[in-house]
């Protein structure tokens, strides 16, 4: 999957919308703002974030799930970013 690095990590992308998410920011456009993607890539970016089991929609945004919430503090762990 494209939102998966090939060692499993979370690519730059991913891990910038889950973050986003995580901050409570909700709708395709402020997403795309605050994650610096485009909107194409976004909706692409849900999709395949979603598919994995990292996010799940609730009405107009979305929400990280236990799982999402587990692989993004893998992700910012590794990467030695404490934020």
Known sequence: ???????????AIARAVLGAV????S?????????GIPLW??????REI?????IVAM????MLTDKGREVLALSRELDGDTA
């Not at 995580?22 to 920011?25: H, R």
């Not at 890539?41 to 849900?46: G, I, K, N, V």
């Not at 979603?50 to 990292?54: R, T």
């Open 1 to 11: 999957m494209a939102c998966l690095n090939p060692d499993g990590t979370l690519t």
């Open 22 to 25: 995580e901050a409570g920011v």
């Open 27 to 35: 709708g395709e456009v402020p997403l795309a703002e605050a994650a």
């Open 41 to 46: 890539r976004l909706r692409a970016s849900l």
């Open 50 to 54: 979603g598919a994995v089991g990292l």
């Open 59 to 62: 009405g107009e945004g979305h």
